[in-house]
């Protein structure tokens, strides 16, 4: 059974932080680059932020880079989203993706993903 859960949602105030869990059930997790999307209401799903195999290399949207870290524990096959310094355009659904393989090119770009898990709500209040 492939699986990708996030958990760690909520509704917070801006200026607050949030840690977001994403616990992948998948045979390849610790050869395979993740990321983190969002998606606002009425907009379309934009990339976050994605880390390689090894942990490595990191990338972020500019819109959350100096806010966001990303990492992984591949002895857990989890990978987390520390989101410091929230906004109110911080709200969407977020979502945990693992790319197609080892490279962070296969965890940005939406074709290029291979599972996607059901996200969780993050609400920053104003």
């Known amino acids: 059974q492939v699986s990708l859960v996030e958990s760690g949602g909520g509704l917070v105030q801006a200026g607050g932080s949030l840690r977001l869990s994403c616990a992948a059930s998948i045979r390849t997790f610790s050869s395979s680059a993740m990321g983190w999307f969002r998606q606002a209401p009425g907009k379309e799903r934009e990339f976050v932020t994605a880390?390689?195999?090894?942990?490595?290399?990191?990338k972020y949207a500019d819109s959350v880079k100096g806010r966001f870290t990303i990492s992984r524990d591949n002895a857990k096959n989890t990978v987390y989203l520390q989101m410091n310094s929230l906004k109110p355009e911080d709200t969407a659904v977020y979502y945990c993706?693992?790319?197609?393989?080892?490279?962070?090119?296969?965890?940005?770009?939406?074709?290029?993903?291979?599972?996607w898990g059901q996200g969780t709500q993050v609400t920053v209040s104003s």
């Open positions: 880390i390689n195999w090894n942990s490595r290399v990191t």
């Open positions: 993706a693992a790319g197609r393989g080892e490279t962070i090119v296969t965890a940005i770009f939406d074709q290029s993903i291979r599972y």
